[in-house]
């Protein structure tokens, strides 16, 4: 008969906690859970139990296979969840507040935001400065970031809904092929910026993620902002049920947003990265025979994917000019891996809504020194 | 005899399969939630957690294995997730694994297997003296706060959460006699 006694409990001056205050005895609290459940349990209240079980696999169900078509008729639903959120936080509310911010997010709206990556500290220890840049959205295809490097050195990488642009730090500017796509993970000699709209951002935070009202968010600190945090779940069916090409397009761990409850204005978002280094094997992810995986470490994007470069592997250029791909230009412009092959993400990004409210409207234009890029040969 | 099915007969669904097997097994999940949880306003959250996952993972059941000692492990790790998002700690491993042997005791794999232990509970509530059976009425039942109890009973509350404590004991050893505890 097992015996042990041990201090295990749940933080104390908990109101929620039994008032038999059962001890540590595995026992103890057994009697004491068997007890609270003849007492306080009926049929009726079991039933229910049930029965809200019951709805959910149902709904989830539905959601399957109508998500496209519900996310554009019970938008009007999902704000009036945002709303409630206030007086009743549930974790399906908090997604819906989700939604809808990614809704807010995808408008023709200008805005700005103060993006700090801390990337992931070397092999050495040594812990890289922090890398600053600010992004300019308009939507989904007129974006255009200005990365602040040591000593005054700026990049500048834009797209003005036709074509993506790169202004160089030694002010030489060109124009890459008019259908590359907007890079997701920007290139830096000190690591890697996560870029993009923040619709596509929000989008990301689909079943995948356990998405929660919170208090004590470390992103928004005291602003009386709404706080969400995303997370993702260490359980064996999440990891199971998630596609890698979501964990690619997006593999952070945590993800606290700070909403503005009245606009559903995304104010401040921060996302933590896994902190272990390799990728998966081949790059699949399924269920873990051992269960899940401490904190939920997660790997790098595989190889073969954009992502991250390996931290410190790469040095700006002579002069800031970037040379010709050791392996060729990429079909559809795509980046191939970073030599030496991807390490693990910075260990956080952190996207912050400045005051900025507009943008001159050949602000995403390519400069007018921009020349077409030609590839190496 | 043949394991042919009539024509009219068809395969239940798995929804209908899992509504069976939610049914069957739900008391005891809780029971086994709150032994390893205690925080009430948790425990909802993580039983519907726990449900929800068990349905997104029900072809991955082995039928020939327990389905409710199924259950409690993904109970377990669905716990521990909250808890660690809330920056509490429930039980560790050790505690776990004691809980869960409380419980493979306690589980007859069915709801009406489930009912009859709690027959045997009542029956041992009924064994006990009476200080004690008036001690587990007035906390579980009543739900009155201990210093409500200390002030009636002219008990410190120490005294009460003693008594309250030795109460649970001795319905332990009750149950351990007659088989349904471990």
Known sequence: ?377 | MTNQRAPHQREPSAHEVFEVLARDHADHLLVFLRAVVRDRSMVDDVFQETMMVAWRRLADFDRTRSFGAWLRGIGSRVAMDFAGRRRMIVADPTMLQEIEEHSVAFDGDHAQAFQTRMGTLDDCIERLPTDYSQMVQMVYRAELPLRTIAVNLALTEEAVKKRIQRARALLGECLQRKGVLA
């Open chain 1, 1 to 377: 008969m097992p015996t042990t006694q041990r201090s295990l409990g749940m933080m104390s001056n908990n109101p929620n906690q039994s008032e038999s205050n059962s001890n540590d005895a595995p026992e103890d609290r057994f009697v004491d859970a068997l007890l609270t459940h003849k007492f306080t349990e009926t049929t009726e209240s079991m039933d229910a139990r049930i029965n809200r079980v019951l709805r959910a696999v149902e709904s989830q169900n539905n959601r399957n296979y109508s998500i496209r078509k519900w996310q554009w008729w019970a938008l009007p639903i999902a704000a009036l969840l945002a709303i409630s959120l206030l007086v009743m936080p549930t974790t399906s509310s908090a997604s819906a507040v989700v939604r809808s911010a990614a809704k807010v997010a995808s408008k023709s709206v200008d805005r700005q935001y103060q993006v700090v990556l801390m990337p992931k500290a070397r092999r050495d220890g040594e812990q890289p400065p922090p890398i600053l840049a600010t992004l300019d959205v308009r939507d989904s295809q007129h974006m255009r970031i200005t990365i602040h490097y040591q000593r005054g050195r700026t990049e500048i990488r834009g797209r003005d809904g036709e074509t993506s642009w790169e202004q160089r730090p030694d002010g030489s500017a060109v124009i890459a092929d008019h259908d590359l796509p907007w890079p997701r993970w920007v290139e830096t000699p000190d690591g890697s910026l996560l870029v993009d709209s923040m619709a596509a951002m929000l989008e990301d935070l689909d079943d995948s993620y356990d998405i929660v009202k919170v208090d004590d968010a470390e992103a928004c600190g005291q602003t009386g902002l709404l706080q969400i945090r995303a997370s993702f779940p260490t359980s064996e069916p999440a990891l199971a049920n998630t596609s890698n090409e979501k964990v690619r397009r997006n593999p952070a761990e945590r993800i606290e947003m700070c909403i503005d409850p009245k606009t559903n204005e995304v104010i401040r978002l921060e996302m933590f990265f896994p902190s272990n280094d390799g990728p998966p094997p081949d790059g699949q992810r399924g269920p873990r025979p051992d269960g899940p995986r401490a904190g939920g470490e997660r790997g790098p994007p595989p190889d073969g994917e954009r992502g991250p470069p390996p931290d410190g592997q790469r040095g700006p250029p002579p002069n800031g000019h970037r040379g010709p791909r050791p392996d060729g230009p990429r079909a559809g412009g795509e980046r191939g891996p970073p030599r030496g092959g991807p390490l693990g993400p910075p260990q956080s990004i952190s996207f912050e809504r400045t005051d900025t409210k507009s943008f001159p409207s050949n602000w995403f234009n390519a400069p007018a020194n921009a020349v077409e890029e030609i590839p190496p040969q």
